[in-house]
C-alpha cells in the first residue's frame, strides 16, 4: 500500500514539480500566518527539503507571543516575555524569507498572494494558517472596539496584558465576569484554565472578589476536573451560568460594565468577552471557507477541497474530530509539510498521523490533560485512542503533569520557532 | 548486552511464573538477596545505603522512600502512580533498565524467574500486610508478556523513523533537553524498543506515551529507535 502510494505520489510529483526538474527555478511555497501551524509547516518544509524549495512566510508580526500559557502568565505562574518568539533561527538558519506584511488578497487562478504593502508573491503551493476571527454580533453589545474595557485576549500579545491589569485593578470584592463562546472555539479548555489563572490571582490579591461565568453550551472540556478543583482551591469563589439559567442569553455594556444576563442586570468590575468565531478573514477571502466560515479540507494532507494548491492548518481547518489546538496545529503542519514535500520534490510521503495533548492549570502546580490521537478517513480526521486526567488524582501526579506542561512548552515552541 | 537482552525478552512475565505455586522459597530467597544487599538493607533498623531500604516494599509507591534521591526515572514512574506489587516487581527486578529508564539501580538484573521468585518470596516478610498478598495469583495463568527476540531484531527504516519522530518532536526535544519530558536521544536501540513496547503493551504507565505508542507498529518502532539513535551524534 505504501509502495503503491510512494509510486503514484512520485508521478504527481514529476508533474507538479516539472519546474524544478528541467532547470528551472525552484518550487515556490508560500505560507500565510507564522503561528502554530505556518511556522512549523514553514520550518519543516525549509529544513527538511534541504534548500530545494523556496519558502516565504508572510506574517505581519515580528514577535508572535503564543496564546498556549498565556493564561500562566495571568495566574503569575510565567512571565509575559516566556511567551515571545520570533523569526530569527527560521530566517537565519533554515533560509525562510520572512515578509513582515498582512496578507490582503489570493489570487487561486493566477497563484498570486498581494500583501497590504503591494507587494505579489507567487505560489506552486499555497499554505493558509491564519488562526481565528471573531463572529461579528455574536455577543449583543459588544464589538472589536470594546476591546479596552472588555478583552477577549484570544489571540494572545497585548490584550493578555491589559485583561491582567484589569483583573489587578478590581475593588476588593469586585466581580470578574467571563463570556464564554459557543463551539467550535479555539482551545476549548482555554476559557476555564483563564478562570483558573484569575481565580489564582484573586485568591492572593483580592480573596473576597467573585467570578462569574455566562456560558452558552451546556457542557465543556474537562468540566468535571475543573469543577473538582475550583471546589477545592476556590471555594465559594466561582458561579457558572449555563444554558439553563439564561447562560445562552447575554448582553454586554462595556461602558457601564454590566452583563444583562436573561434580562437581568449584573454589575463586573473587569470582564472578558470571549465571542464566537471562524476562520481568520484572509481564508474567507480566498474563497475558501464554508457557511460555517472554517475550511473544509482533505483529511488525508491538509489541503482545502476547494484548491489543492491549497493547504490549510490549524484553527482555521474544519477537519473533524481535532480540538483547535496549538498541538493540532503543528501536529496537522509536520502531516502537511510531508505531502507538500512530495508533492514539490517527488520525496517520500508517508501516512498521516496526527495527535493532540492539551495541559490546563487549575491551580499552580496542580495541572491535567486530555488527549489523542487521530487518522484521516474519507470523511474526516477521526479519534483513535484517547485518554483524560481523572478526578482524584494525587498532589504528586497533578505536579508531574505541569512539568510534563513545561516540557511540552518549551518543545513544541522549538519545533515551531527553533 | 544482546544476549543479555535477548533472554530478557523472553522470559518477561506479566505475573508470576506459571510454575511457581507460591510466590517463591523465601530461605533460598534470603541467599539470593545478599547480591541485592551490597546496595539495599531490609528488616528492623534497615537504612538508606546505596540504594533505598526495602522495609515494606509491597504496595510502596515507587521511588517514595523520603529523604533518599531517586533518578528522575523512578521518581517519575512514583509521580505516574506506579505502585510496587509483584508484577511491577518482578518486571523491574529482571531488568531494571527496561522498566525505568536510565534507573540509578547498576544492576543487570536477574534472569532466571525462579530466583525473582525467590527473592520477592523473602522480601515480602517485610511487607506489613504479608498476608495480604496472595501466594498463588492470579488464579488464571498469565499472559506470557514478550518482546520476541525477532522484533528486537529489525533494523528500522531510518528516513521512515525521521518522518515518525516529528510527532514526537512537539514533546520530546532534538537538543537532547530534558525540563519536564525526558530525552530521548542517542539511546542504545535495544533499550529504545523494549521501553515503547512497555508503553505499548501497558506493562509502563503512562497515559500519552501509552496512547502514542499504541498505534506504532514494530517495524515502525524499530524505526524510531534507528532514527533517534543517532540524533545529534
Ligand atoms: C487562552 C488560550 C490558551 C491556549 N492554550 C493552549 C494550550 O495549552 N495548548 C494548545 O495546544 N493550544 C492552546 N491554545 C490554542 C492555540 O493558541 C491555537 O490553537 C493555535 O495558535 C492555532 O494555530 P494557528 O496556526 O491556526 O493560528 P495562530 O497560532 O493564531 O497563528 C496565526 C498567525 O497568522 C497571522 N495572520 C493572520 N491573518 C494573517 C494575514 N492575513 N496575513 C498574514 N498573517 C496573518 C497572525 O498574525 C498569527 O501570527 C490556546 C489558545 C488560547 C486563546
Redesign the interface.
Known amino acids: 500500500m505504501l509502495m503503491n502510494r510512494r509510486v503514484f505520489l512520485g508521478a504527481t510529483a514529476l508533474v507538479l514539480a516539472a519546474p524544478a526538474a528541467i532547470g528551472q527555478a525552484k518550487p515556490r511555497l508560500v505560507v500565510i500566518g507564522g503561528g502554530a501551524g505556518g511556522g512549523t509547516v514553514a520550518r519543516y518544509v525549509a529544513r527538511d527539503g534541504q534548500g530545494a524549495v523556496d519558502v516565504t512566510l508572510v506574517e505581519p508580526n515580528a514577535i508572535y507571543h503564543t496564546c498556549f500559557f498565556s493564561n500562566l502568565y495571568l495566574g503569575g505562574v510565567r512571565s509575559y516575555d516566556s511567551l515571545a518568539h520570533n523569526y530569527d533561527r527560521l530566517v537565519g538558519d533554515h533560509g525562510v524569507r520572512h515578509v513582515v506584511d498582512r496578507a490582503v488578497g489570493v489570487d487561486r487562478d493566477a497563484r498570486v498572494v498581494t500583501t497590504a504593502g503591494g507587494e505579489r508573491i507567487e505560489y506552486d503551493h499555497l499554505v493558509v494558517s491564519p488562526g481565528i476571527d471573531f463572529v461579528e454580533g455574536s455577543v449583543p453589545g459588544w464589538t472589536l472596539d470594546d476591546a479596552e474595557m472588555m478583552p477577549h485576549a484570544y489571540k494572545g500579545g497585548e490584550q493578555v496584558r491589559r485583561l491582567k491589569s484589569l483583573v489587578e485593578a478590581m475593588p476588593e470584592g469586585g466581580v470578574f465576569g467571563m463570556v464564554a463562546p459557543p463551539n467550535p472555539y479555539r482551545c476549548p479548555p482555554g476559557p476555564y484554565e483563564r478562570i483558573s489563572m484569575i481565580a489564582t490571582l484573586l485568591k492572593a490579591k483580592n480573596p473576597t472578589a467573585k467570578i462569574l461565568i455566562v456560558d452558552p453550551k451546556e457542557k465543556y472540556s474537562k468540566q468535571a476536573l475543573f469543577e473538582e478543583g475550583w471546589q477545592r482551591h476556590y471555594p465559594g469563589m466561582i458561579t457558572r451560568i449555563g444554558p439553563d439559567f439564561g447562560g445562552g442569553s447575554i448582553e454586554v455594556r462595556p461602558a457601564a460594565g454590566e452583563f444583562v444576563v436573561d434580562g437581568v442586570v449584573e454589575k463586573v468590575d473587569a470582564a472578558c468577552v470571549i465571542p464566537a468565531q471562524r476562520a481568520g478573514d484572509i481564508a474567507a477571502q480566498a474563497g475558501l471557507t464554508n457557511d460555517a466560515g472554517w475550511v473544509p479540507i482533505d483529511p488525508a494532507n491538509m489541503r482545502s477541497l476547494a484548491d489543492t494548491a491549497i493547504t490549510v492548518l490549524g484553527d482555521a481547518s474544519q477537519q473533524g474530530d481535532m480540538p483547535k489546538s496549538g498541538f493540532s496545529a503543528n501536529s496537522q503542519a509536520k502531516v502537511a509539510a510531508n505531502a507538500i514535500l512530495g508533492e514539490l520534490t517527488g520525496s517520500r510521503v508517508f501516512p498521516a498521523k496526527y495527535s493532540n495533548t492539551c495541559w490546563s492549570l487549575i491551580a499552580p502546580e496542580d495541572g491535567v490533560k486530555v488527549g489523542a490521537s487521530y487518522e484521516p478517513t474519507p470523511e474526516k480526521i477521526a479519534s483513535v485512542h484517547s485518554f483524560i486526567s481523572e478526578t482524584g488524582e494525587d498532589a504528586m501526579l497533578r505536579k508531574a503533569t505541569f512539568e510534563e506542561s513545561l516540557g511540552w512548552y518549551a518543545g513544541i515552541t522549538a519545533d515551531i520557532f527553533s | 548486552m544482546r544476549l543479555f537482552l535477548a533472554a530478557f525478552s523472553i522470559s518477561l512475565l506479566l505475573g508470576l511464573e506459571a510454575q511457581a505455586s507460591e510466590i517463591g522459597d523465601r530461605e533460598r530467597g534470603e541467599q539470593l538477596f545478599e547480591v541485592c544487599a551490597h546496595c539495599h538493607e531490609v528488616g528492623p533498623g534497615a537504612v538508606d545505603g546505596i540504594g533505598p531500604h526495602l522495609n515494606g516494599i509491597f504496595g510502596r509507591r515507587a521511588g517514595s522512600v523520603e529523604d533518599y534521591e531517586y533518578s528522575e526515572g523512578l521518581a517519575?514512574m512514583?509521580?505516574?502512580?506506579v505502585v510496587w506489587t509483584l508484577e511491577t516487581l518482578d518486571i523491574y527486578i529482571e531488568n531494571p533498565r527496561a522498566f525505568v529508564s536510565r534507573t540509578r539501580m547498576a544492576f543487570p538484573g536477574l534472569d532466571d524467574p525462579q530466583d525473582r521468585a525467590d527473592v520477592l518470596a523473602y522480601l515480602r516478610d517485610f511487607s506489613d500486610n504479608p498476608r495480604d498478598i496472595p501466594e498463588a495469583e492470579p488464579t488464571a495463568r498469565p499472559e506470557r508478556y514478550a518482546v520476541a527476540p525477532e522484533v528486537l531484531e529489525i533494523v528500522g527504516d531510518r528516513?521512515?523513523g525521521?518522518?515518525?519522530s516529528?510527532?514526537c518532536?512537539?514533546?520530546?526535544?532534538?537538543?537532547g533537553?530534558?525540563?519536564?519530558?525526558p530525552d530521548i536521544t542517542q539511546w542504545p536501540t535495544e533499550h529504545f524498543v523494549l521501553a515503547m513496547h512497555a508503553y505499548r503493551d501497558g506493562v509502563r504507565p503512562h497515559?500519552?506515551m501509552?496512547?502514542?505508542a499504541?498505534?506504532l507498529g514494530d517495524e515502525e518502532i524499530a524505526a524510531l529507535a534507528a532514527y533517534f539513535a543517532t540524533l545529534g551524534e
Open positions: 517519575r512514583g509521580a505516574d502512580g528516513e521512515y525521521a518522518y515518525l516529528s510527532e518532536r512537539t514533546c520530546h526535544q532534538e537538543s533537553a530534558s525540563e519536564g519530558i497515559p500519552v501509552q496512547m502514542i499504541s498505534r
